[in-house]
């Protein structure tokens, strides 16, 4: 019945092909050729073009070779912060710095301040009087050929990258999520679907056998697992409870710990004047420290805390690690936003400085962990401690460490336009190294499964807190605070803000544009439009959480429907001898709408219910 | 065929891009690739098939545990031994990026179906386990462990108890693992 039945498919397949050849071959194109010609000049630019843009990929198929799709996740994410910085700094550039250097290049700086290499550092000195920082833009009226409102750039093309940003990470969360959290099973990660998901795009030999070596650990490990029906005893239940409940406390009170350290450390440390410039430094390598050191610490927890799955596992270390970062820079935030905006008078400036010395050593401090962490695990393991063995690449680590930075770029924008310009340099610089540093010193993952629920989990956590945080402070300071007095484009004004009412004032003026008058004071200044809002997104919410009920409840009635039909064939194939056309009346009165004639066991055998879209093509007609 | 084997025309590419999911660069990639498994005398043939043995000289395939099954399942000829420029662009078409869950699932259906009846028995997950986790004697499962495993599969994926797994059961389960898309594809 086999081979007979293939044969048949192989010329349904071939002859669908030559049809469509066939029917080509015979359209009349002559006089269609230019007009060809010239989209197929402009898909050759546009497909080199997308080729140019395609950063990377000989390394990333390298990597994906080697050590797996979870490993190049780490990757890809790292490229997809790159392209975010890189726009962040065309814009910022384009529309905010080239005006202002167009309008007046050189920069202000007062005789006694020269360039030392120190400025490299800590941001201050030179530095400050540059358009890096915020205080180095000003509002005067421009008297070049065009009149350009440097304070509505400024505040616009922030507002506007913070937006896109948002929605670019939001979009991409969402999808993700649909298809790696919703349509997933939530027992999954069974033997099966670690059969089933076996990478092809692994190439390299070793990695291979690498590979089959950890499935087949794995599938032990999962068969295990099963039979012995993990039942423990009350005692033991609470015995766990309570270590779980210690080492959650105590992580974190670490975290609480620290931030009031930071706080303790800024408040008596951090007077920024330009004589004690190398003071400044502490604070940023004491925080760097801490976001190096207890991490470390968190990951021997696991040596006590036994959880159910490995998957809760990271669950709670990401966790950890997130409060951990957070609280540290919620404490600089707060200290920034409180203090440091009533005592200084460019404090803007002084803030960018801060940002810019919190990136410059983490900078420094990811290259330290990645020489700690692989480099100097790769020689403990072989040649002291051969037990420990050669480290795994800790993608979940990594890619906090990502978010973190990309955390300080966010929150830094509005302080220091310019402030990508150092990021793109870090990430680049940090893209080589890591790979140097896996390919050299590390192993593929030994437990495989998971990458896309963990890649989900990761542009959640890039959402919020990362982006939701900054986008936040970013928001508070051009709301609520004072711009500073002295220096930079919104001075004068009672807050940031305030450039928008200033320019809406000055639209009344013009009869065309009263549109956006109107949507300005009815729109964006009305409560009740948000109100009304949000009151529908939530009754949108409220339908599809119930739609999706009802769906699970259908899918098991379903499942059940097959299960009965399968046995009443069974034993009808045994009773009597014309049970098809009883059999098909039976289901498809019940399940013809759906679609489900595919799991009768009738069509078993025969390939004849092909998916209309199958065999390597797009769109094809089948025979009927 | 309207092409050599050493240079595409301009209408086929476009007919072949059409046809399936690849891109411009990805089908002259793919052709440059395959004519050079080629043997000599073939280059000259009107539609030339590059012998098994030579297509598994490929470095993405070379150490892949399933290249016998994945040359078997896409070969058009009658002992399904080697594969024509135009079974190459199938496979790599199934394998790329932006092919479909279902044709994806489908395709693995049908490599890892060893015995080419359409359903997935027992012998076929024997096979299949291991092919995944070694051939040597060390590395296989004991018996027991096989048997053990091979009831956890089908009590996970047959739906309807009939001791096998059919297409569309291995589409739900694979519907329902997300990592399947991202790890089913090769790149040239």
Known sequence: ?624 | MGATASHLGKDLLSEYQELTFLTKQEILLAHKRFTELLSREDKNLPDPRAPTEAILTLPELKSNPFRERIVRVFSTSESRDGLTFEDFLDLLSAFSDSATLEIKSHYAFRIFDFDDDGTLDENDLEKLVNCLTGETDETRLTPDEMKQLISNILEESDIDKDGTVNLSEFQHVISRSPDFVSSFKIVL
């Not at chain 1, 420990?388 to 990502?402: C, K």
């Not at chain 1, 009263?514 to 409560?527: G, K, L, P, T």
């Not at chain 1, 599809?544 to 499942?559: A, C, D, E, S």
């Open chain 1, 1 to 624: 019945m086999g081979p007979v039945i293939c044969r048949d498919n192989i010329s349904v397949l071939i002859s669908p092909r030559n049809r469509v050849l066939a029917s080509k071959s015979s359209k009349k194109s002559r006089h269609l050729s230019c007009l060809a010609d010239c989209s197929e000049r402009m898909s050759l630019v546009r497909s080199f073009t997308l080729q140019a843009l395609d950063l990377w990929q000989g390394t990333m198929k390298e990597v994906g070779g080697s050590f797996g799709s979870s490993v190049l996740s780490y990757f890809l994410f790292l490229k997809s912060l790159l392209l975010l910085n890189v726009f962040s700094f065309v814009i910022n550039f384009s529309f905010i710095t080239v005006p202002m250097l167009a309008y007046d290049h050189v920069p202000h700086v007062p005789p006694n301040v020269t360039f030392r290499g120190l400025e490299l550092l800590t941001g201050a000195g030179y530095f400050r009087y540059t358009v890096l920082y915020y205080g180095a833009y000003r509002a005067d009226s421009s008297t070049g050929l065009v009149h350009y409102n440097i304070q509505l750039a400024y505040f616009f093309t922030i507002a506007a990258y913070m937006v896109l940003c948002g929605a670019a990470v939001l979009y991409s969360m969402a999808s993700s999520f649909k298809m790696n959290y919703v349509l997933s099973d939530p027992v999954g990660g069974g033997s099966w679907q670690l059969l089933c998901t076996w990478d092809f795009s692994v190439t390299n030999e070793k990695a291979v056998r690498q590979r089959k070596n950890n499935l087949r650990i794995q599938l032990k490990e999962s068969m295990s697992e099963r039979s012995q029906g993990t039942s423990l005893t009350p005692a033991e239940k609470m015995r766990h409870f309570g270590i779980h409940l210690g080492a959650w406390f105590i992580s974190t009170s670490m975290a609480v710990g620290c931030g009031n350290a930071i706080y303790y450390l800024t408040t008596n440390t951090e007077d920024w004047s330009p004589a004690r410039e190398a003071e400044t430094l502490l604070v940023p390598f004491v925080v760097s420290l801490i976001n190096l050191v207890v991490p470390l610490f968190y990951s021997l927890f696991n040596k006590f805390e036994l959880y159910s799955s490995q998957r809760r596992q990271i669950y709670a270390l990401i966790i950890r690690n997130v409060i951990l970062k957070m609280s540290i820079l919620g404490i600089l935030c707060y200290f920034w936003v409180n203090e440091v905006a009533h005592k200084f008078l460019c404090w803007e400036s002084m803030v960018g400085q801060a940002l810019y010395r919190l990136v410059v050593f983490d900078f420094f401090f990811m290259m330290l962990g990645s020489f700690f962490g692989e480099f100097l695990s790769k020689v403990i393991g072989t040649r002291w401690i051969p037990g420990l063995g050669v480290p795994e690449f800790d993608v979940a680590r990594n890619v906090l460490d990502l978010i973190y930075a990309q955390t300080l770029a966010w929150i830094g924008i509005y302080f220091s336009p310019l402030l990508p310009v150092l990021q793109i340099f870090k990430f680049l610089v940090l893209f080589y190294l890591k790979k140097v540093s896996l390919i050299q010193n590390c192993q593929p993952p030994r437990r495989v499964g998971r990458a896309a629920q963990m890649k989900t989990i990761f542009i959640a956590l890039l959402f919020f807190p990362s982006f939701v945080g900054s986008l936040s402070l970013v928001a508070y300071t051009s709301w609520s605070l004072t711009p500073s007095r002295f220096c930079g484009p919104f001075k004068g004004l009672d807050s940031t803000f305030s450039v928008v009412v200033v320019w809406m004032n000055s639209l009344e003026k013009v009869p065309a544009a009263a549109w956006a008058v109107w949507v300005y004071a009815n729109v964006v200044r009305s409560e009740i439009f948000y109100f009304l809002v949000t009151i529908i997104i939530l009754f949108i919410t409220f339908v599809f959480w119930q739609v999706t009920q009802g769906r699970k409840l259908l899918i098991l009635l379903l499942r059940q429907q097959i299960v009965n039909v399968s046995v009443c064939f069974f034993f009808s194939k045994r009773v009597c001898g014309c049970w098809y056309p009883a059999l098909s009346y039976f289901c498809h009165l019940n399940i013809t709408r759906f679609r489900f004639q595919r799991f009768l066991p009738i069509y078993r055998s025969s390939f004849a219910l092909l998916p209309p879209s199958s065999l390597g093509r797009k769109r094809q007609d089948l025979p009927a």
